[in-house]
């Protein structure tokens, strides 16, 4: 394939990620819906063949069904303690001390840490065949493997935020396909000092 059908290809399988996830997330009436429907991609993604034009929505369905409970306790767990910090810097902000500042400061970076675990944990999730505990504790330790994959996922997490935000169709038709393909190569190199670690 040219340089042009590979873009091409590639744009249509996040497409069919993106309306996979929407379908599926409305099926758990949206919020029960959105961690599973999230895991359901992720775990579809690292499954398919690249070669293959079309993901299997029947596949997709089982993945869903059998990850519903697992993915929501991932994806809630990770969402109160989020909203926990939001609405404790939310107060910090109130005060204007550099000390406070500082504080906020601290508080945004562990938030970013939170989205950052629950990222790693729906990868390994797709992959290993782990407890939520176990899981929680590869995610943490691949957070800090490379300072430079960290700055490339933050880089990723704020494009995609950049590109949807100023083209709001982006959210229903590729965002959260694109997010995916881009995450599973950002956090990869990670990914695989730990797989290699597990198999040492």
Not at 34 to 49: D, H
Not at 63 to 81: E, G, P, Q, T, Y
Request: net charge neutral; aromatic share 18%; glycine share 4%.
């Amino acid at each position: 394939m040219s340089g042009v059908e590979k873009t091409c290809f590639a744009m249509w399988k996040m497409i069919q990620l993106t309306l996979i996830f929407h379908l599926f997330t409305i099926c758990g009436a949206l919020l029960l819906g959105f961690g599973p429907a999230w895991q359901t991609i992720v775990a579809l993604s690292l499954e398919t063949n690249q070669e293959e034009k079309h993901y299997s929505l029947a596949r997709a369905f089982e993945l869903w069904k059998s990850n519903f409970m697992d993915a929501n306790i991932r994806f809630l767990s990770c969402a109160l303690v989020f909203g926990a910090l939001g609405i404790n810097l939310h107060l910090a902000l109130q005060f204007q001390s550099i000390l406070w500042l500082v504080l906020s400061f601290v508080i945004m970076l562990v938030m970013l840490w939170i989205i950052f675990l629950w990222f790693y944990m729906s990868f390994y999730a797709a992959t290993y065949d782990i407890t939520l505990i176990d899981n929680a504790k590869l995610a943490f330790m691949s957070i800090f493997l490379s300072f430079k994959q960290f700055l490339l996922t933050v880089s990723v997490l704020l494009g995609v935020f950049f590109v949807t935000w100023q083209y709001k169709g982006l959210y229903l038709f590729l965002s959260f396909g694109a997010l995916v393909f881009l995450l599973d190569r950002v956090t990869k190199p990670n990914r695989d000092l730990v797989d290699g670690a597990i198999n040492d």
